[in-house]
């Protein structure tokens, strides 16, 4: 089969919980070479069984698609060829998945297929018992567990959804006090207009009127979760090239309200060296 069509009933298969075909496909040596798709999938439509079959084979979250051999492929000719139809993979069954209201991620921006979507399509209102699963059995790497909790808390922070910061913290609660995070562009699939690799950044993007209601939302994440804010995102934002006083007078004042030791830190705030 081609590896189009051996990704699409994968992907059917973990839609449908077929934990079986899932275990099939995977061992029966056709290319299928984005598996990380079909768990992104699995965990949006709170499918367990599939999701826990494909993790135990090894499958992550990973950005980029496996090195499957294809008759006179080369990486361009690939990577083209993944970009065609990884829109169409994240499009099956979505209309059935419940998100956030209208907050929803759109199929990915051409030229950012890899930019975080995995991430941005797997959160969703019913993801909870796949989740629990996989942290139940250890099968989610830190990196996975950290990005898919970024994505729960941007709903939280950004439209206080009360369900999936529900999720954000149960995924936060499996983390240590620094979690590795990958960067995920939102802005590439329709969830905001910014990128982050850090709770704090959720709030930070803000402009300065909307500080004071951001930061105490991904703090509540943090403090329930256990993990830190960033204080080398925090100085940066208060010491960068360009002066902005007004963000600047506002965050100081956001970041009193919540308190600097969520920051790790003990204070005084950094300050803008003068010239």
């Not at 950005?63 to 169409?88: H, N, Q």
């Not at 956030?100 to 399509?121: M, Q």
């Not at 019913?126 to 629990?132: D, F, H, I, M, T």
């Not at 939102?186 to 709770?199: M, P, Q």
């Amino acid at each position: 089969m081609r590896p189009e069509d051996v990704m699409t009933r994968l992907v059917l298969a973990a839609l449908a919980d077929d934990a079986e075909a899932c275990a099939e496909l995977l061992s029966s040596g056709e290319p299928a070479e984005m598996p990380a798709v079909a768990l992104s999938r699995a965990i949006a439509a709170g499918s367990s069984r599939a999701a826990l079959a494909l993790a135990g084979w090894g499958v992550t979250l990973a950005p980029y698609p496996e090195a499957v051999i294809v008759p006179g492929d080369t990486l361009a000719r690939r990577e083209g060829r993944v970009r065609g139809y990884l829109r169409d993979l994240l499009a099956l069954g979505s209309g059935r998945l419940e998100f956030c209201g209208r907050h929803r991620p759109r199929r990915p921006a051409p030229g950012h297929e890899f930019s975080g979507c995995l991430y941005l399509h797997a959160i969703s209102r019913a993801s909870g018992p796949a989740l629990r699963v996989l942290l139940d059995a250890n099968l989610l790497s830190a990196r996975d567990r950290a990005g898919l909790m970024l994505v729960a808390a941007n709903y939280w922070v950004s439209w206080r959804d009360e369900g999936l910061l529900e999720t954000a913290v149960l995924l936060a609660r499996s983390l240590g006090e620094r979690p590795p995070y990958p960067t995920i562009d939102f802005k590439s699939c329709g969830l905001g207009s910014y990128i982050a690799s850090d709770l704090f950044d959720l709030a930070a993007c803000r402009p300065a009127t909307w500080l004071g209601s951001y930061l105490p939302r991904a703090e509540r994440v943090a403090r329930e979760g256990g993990v830190l804010l960033s204080y080398a995102h925090l100085a940066s934002c208060l010491t960068g090239a360009v002066r902005r006083p007004r963000y600047e007078a506002e965050l100081r004042r956001a970041v009193g309200e919540v308190g600097l030791d969520l920051f790790g830190a003990t204070g005084p705030l950094p300050k803008r060296p003068r010239l």
